[in-house]
């Protein structure tokens, strides 16, 4: 499973940076509380191949799914605690914020004092950007 900073990595597909180049609809794995991103290891070198072209051909953006064929989507994110497919956002965070409230049961009743800090700031930081996901969603519902 991919874990980062402690909370599970997410699977989903997304746009990643690539010096000059952008790169569309790429397996990838996110962490909700930091924000890191990681191409997902089963497709790293059909990436690393892709861009390796596109940066020679100096393309700013190219789409992943356009050049290489994946046929085993349901296993590629195997690894992943959970993939966003099918939900929104908010829902990751929640349920992410859910793992870590049942994580902190155990850390308590076990008495591990450091493990209860450190969820308590990954809920901290789920809640916060639940608050702000939240926030962004009321805006744009409004000017729609």
Not at 14 to 30: A, K, Q, S, W
Not at 69 to 78: G, K, Q, V
Request: aromatic letters at 10%; hydrophobic letters at 40%; glycine letters at 6%.
């Amino acid at each position: 499973m991919g874990f980062c900073c402690g909370a599970g990595m997410i699977g989903s597909f997304g746009t990643v940076r690539h010096y000059n180049t952008l790169v569309h609809n790429v397996p990838i794995m996110y962490c909700p509380v930091c924000d890191r991103i990681e191409v997902l290891p089963a497709i790293e070198g059909e990436y690393e191949i892709l861009v390796e072209y596109a940066q020679g051909d100096q393309a700013p953006e190219v789409d992943f799914q356009e050049f290489v064929n994946i046929d085993h989507i349901s296993d590629l994110f195997a690894n992943c605690v959970m993939t966003d497919e099918g939900s929104s956002f908010g829902d990751v965070l929640k349920a992410q914020i859910d793992i870590s409230l049942d994580l902190l049961g155990i850390a308590k009743k076990l008495q591990d004092d450091v493990w209860r800090e450190s969820l308590n700031d990954r809920l901290f930081k789920l809640s916060e950007r639940l608050k702000k996901y939240n926030m962004r969603k009321q805006i744009s519902q409004r000017s729609a």
